[in-house]
């Protein structure tokens, strides 16, 4: 195990130390309306961006740094569209739990990068995420930004209870009265509208007469693969040498090597690269171990046997993906997790040294149905189609009684392929 997060180190440390770039093609305007082509640095923008990072099409090294005061607009990708914005911002903050003590309905005067939501004809939407605020502009065409107002604060008599005044729901009834016609809710309904992105999208592209923005990309991937285990299972006596009677297991490893199915899906916890990543993955796979050992009967006669065990599982693995290096074309990665490991015994039977068998065993111990367990792994992806990949999967006791246990440390390896229109 040692030897195993040794490697792990050795390998990752390279591409932990060294910045990753992330350049995508995309353009910018320019204040005087000029359009570049280029490419533009994507980052891991959980806010939006203060600045970003530009190189005009044929520069390989000469990088320049943009802020919104610096250009009107700028695209990266299929998805990512953010425009400049000067002009009144609310001050208060409305992200729990860095709220305002009291109603703060100041407004001052700020430039940000604003991220498109919904671009349209009739009105577009817009994104504000910084520290302690989210909030969102709309845009009527050939007219300005307007932002729409949300406060949430403390009262200022209990700083445990949360107030909210919600501006911005009459704000949508009179865009819907202005726009909508037959494609917007009715009062009633815009104000359950809540103020997030989603709900907030959905209104206006509902407003707007428009599904989806036609470019806008499954930041999901779903996989299917085929792999090894190599298991090993370790008896481990609870004192068995102070025993008089009863079970006891040599203390010997046993070694077996079985296929695992695996299916499952990913998906991009922050879209804009790719970088983390959430799994799940379904898998199937059998352990077959044969364990010696003897049992010493009250009058301390030696009983020689075999504890033979035939297990099938299946497995449910969330995991957090970390890509270390992550380009279109190749992505280093490390990842951890959780198993839920659900088993069955079509065989579990003692067989003694005179021949006897006992099948459907419970002693010498009990096998569990459901027991848990901890993978952690490394791989790479090839065109976002192909990964290969190599793990170990921490020892878990999976049956065990009164005087031992039987654990199941893996190493295991195997190869997925990712199927559809792959956005990863």
């Known amino acids: 195990m040692k030897r195993f997060y040794l490697i792990l180190a050795v390998v990752f440390l390279p591409f932990i130390t060294n910045a990753q770039s992330n350049y995508q093609e995309g353009y910018i305007i320019k204040n005087n309306g000029d359009s570049i082509q280029g490419q533009i640095n994507v980052r891991d923008w959980l806010y939006n961006p203060q600045s970003i990072e530009f190189k005009q099409a044929g520069e390989v090294t000469n990088t320049v740094s943009l802020s919104a005061n610096d250009i009107k607009k700028f695209s990266a990708g299929t998805d990512i569209t953010y425009i400049s914005y000067t002009g009144k911002i609310s001050k208060n903050k409305n992200v729990y739990p860095g709220l305002d003590t009291g109603l703060d309905s100041v407004s001052i005067i700020n430039t940000y990068f604003l991220k498109q939501l919904v671009s349209a004809p009739l009105v577009s939407l817009y994104l504000l995420n910084v520290e302690d605020k989210t909030t969102f502009f709309y845009k009527e065409a050939n007219s300005q930004l307007i932002e729409l107002k949300y406060y949430q604060y403390y009262t200022a008599s209990n700083k445990s209870a949360i107030e909210k005044t919600t501006p911005y729901i009459y704000q949508l009834i009179y865009l819907a009265k202005k726009y909508g016609g037959n494609k917007a809710s009715g009062n009633t309904s815009i104000q359950r509208i809540a103020y997030s992105q989603k709900e907030l999208t959905k209104y206006f592209e509902k407003l707007n007469g428009v599904i989806a923005a036609k470019t806008k990309q499954s930041k999901s991937q779903f996989f299917a693969g085929v792999g090894l285990n190599f298991n090993q299972v370790t008896p481990t006596p609870f004192n068995s040498s102070t025993l008089t009677t009863g079970l006891r297991f040599n203390d010997n490893k046993i070694n077996s090597i079985s296929p695992k199915l695996s299916l499952g899906y990913n998906t991009a916890i922050i879209p804009n690269t790719g970088r983390y990543i959430f799994r799940s993955e379904l898998s199937f796979t059998y352990l077959k171990a044969e364990v010696k050992g003897q049992h010493f009967t009250p009058q301390g006669k030696e009983i020689k046997h075999v504890y033979q065990l035939n297990q099938y599982t299946a497995t449910l693995s969330p995991q957090f993906i970390i890509n270390l290096y992550n380009t279109k074309k190749f992505k280093y990665f490390i990842s951890g997790g959780l198993n839920g490991n659900f088993s069955i ?11 006897s068998v006992l099948e459907n065993a419970e002693y010498p111990v009990s096998a569990k149905a459901i027991w848990l367990s901890f993978p952690f792994q490394t791989g790479a992806v090839f065109n976002k189609r192909i990964e290969v990949s190599a793990g170990y999967t921490v020892s878990s006791t999976f049956a ?20 559809g229109r792959n956005n990863l």
């Open 400 to 419: 065990s009684s009164y005087n031992v246990s039987l654990r199941n440390p893996a190493i295991f390896a195997g190869v997925k392929y990712f199927f």
């Open 345 to 355: 015994y079509p065989k579990k039977q003692l067989v003694f040294d005179d021949g």
